[in-house]
Nanobody, 114 residues
Framework: VQLQASGGGLVQPGGSLRLSCAASGSISRLNGMGWYRQAPGSQRELVAVITRGGSTRYADSVKGRFTISTDDARNTVYLQMNSLKPEDAAVYYC?????????WGQGTLVTVSS
């Protein structure tokens, strides 16, 4: 499985961005996909995940502001990020989980600054 993430950039506090992650390869193996992030000096942390069945889970820090969704026809997972805060700035990584493997995409940088 290959994951290609895009959509990062510079945004002002309060602004919005949408991240995309396109999956290719043996995607029928996947049980779920998600987004993680890593800020400088910090550990990588879960942001949001969505299962094949559509169940979602969010980090408390992003609940009500971020929404994860999928477009099955395009094998793509999205992360809509609204009301962005400076503390949301990080490298965001796309993640996909199969029964016996975990896959990571390249990171996409999100900068939140005025």
């Amino acid at each position: 499985v290959q994951l290609q993430a895009s959509g990062g950039g510079l945004v002002q506090p309060g602004g919005s961005l949408r991240l995309s992650c396109a999956a290719s390869g043996s995607i029928s193996r996947l049980n779920g996909m998600g987004w993680y992030r890593q800020a400088p000096g910090s550990q990588r942390e879960l942001v949001a995940v969505i299962t094949r069945g559509g169940s979602t889970r969010y980090a408390d820090s992003v609940k009500g502001r971020f929404t994860i969704s999928t477009d099955d026809a395009r094998n793509t997972v999205y992360l809509q990020m609204n009301s962005l805060k400076p503390e949301d700035a990080a490298v965001y990584y796309c993640n996909a989980v199969a029964r016996s493997a975990t896959f990571w995409g390249q990171g996409t940088l999100v900068t939140v600054s005025s």
